[in-house]
Each structure stands twice: as structure tokens, then as C-alpha cells.
């Protein structure tokens, strides 16, 4: 799933704001597949650290204990996170011994070189889901 953007927040009502953990916070995510889903927080800064991050900043959320011990920290280091993944993904060239285009011409390429329409019938499928 990729993300599209954040939507929404809640916590555990059973508890105040000011006092919960990562445990009780759940954000309502919209995919790009147009669906969305509440995730917790945790999950959500592990896996998004920069859009969760600047998610709270934007609501306000970043001075409350769940989130003022690591969203400050995240965005005076997001181009310094996001630089390192985009370093991995341009020096990934195959993922379990398949070559991985970077753009769709280099796709239809390999499908040519390899004699299949693996990559063709791949980017066909996407299209179809919008």
C-alpha cells in the first residue's frame, strides 16, 4: 500500500491526550488505492516517519508526550531520511533476481531483452486499479 496522505487522528477516549503513549493514537490513513484505514501511531513512524511527523506538526499534535519526543527530531532529520531512501532505491537494480526498471521505458526494455511481457502486463494492471 502506498500512501496518499493523512486524513485523520483519535485516541483511546478512555485516556487524555496529554498523558497517552503511541499505544492509544490511531491515525486515519488514505491510501492511493482510494481506501483508507486507522493505523496506530507506532506503526505509522516507523514505517511514514517524515508524513506522520509532519502530520502532527501540522495538527498541532507535536508538544503532546506521544509525539513531542520524536517528531521534532524527525523533521530536522527528514532530508537526511528522506536522501538515504531515495539512495537505496537508486542503487537497487534487481529484488529476487529480477532487474528493476526505473522508469517505463527501461521496463518495456527488459521485457524485450528477456522475451517476456512480464513488466507490460505489471504497469497494465496498475492502470486498470485507477
Not at 98 to 117: C, F, H, N, S, W
Amino acid at each position: 500500500m502506498i500512501l496518499e496522505e493523512i486524513i485523520d487522528h483519535e485516541y483511546d477516549e478512555n485516556t487524555t491526550p496529554e498523558l497517552n503513549s503511541t499505544n492509544v493514537w490511531k491515525l486515519c490513513i488514505l491510501w492511493k488505492d482510494g481506501s483508507t484505514s486507522w493505523e496506530e501511531l507506532k506503526s505509522m513512524k516507523h514505517g511514514f516517519p517524515v508524513q506522520t511527523a509532519e502530520y502532527a506538526g501540522s495538527r498541532g499534535l507535536q508538544d503532546l508526550p506521544a509525539f513531542n519526543w520524536w517528531v521534532k527530531h524527525t523533521l530536522k532529520k527528514k532530508d537526511s531520511i528522506i536522501k538515504a531512501v531515495h539512495t537505496r532505491y537508486l542503487k537497487r537494480t534487481h529484488k529476487f533476481g529480477l532487474r528493476l526498471p526505473k522508469m517505463v521505458q527501461e521496463a518495456y526494455e527488459i521485457d524485450q531483452e528477456t522475451g517476456t511481457d512480464f513488466w507490460r502486463r505489471a504497469m497494465a494492471k496498475i492502470h486498470r486499479r485507477k
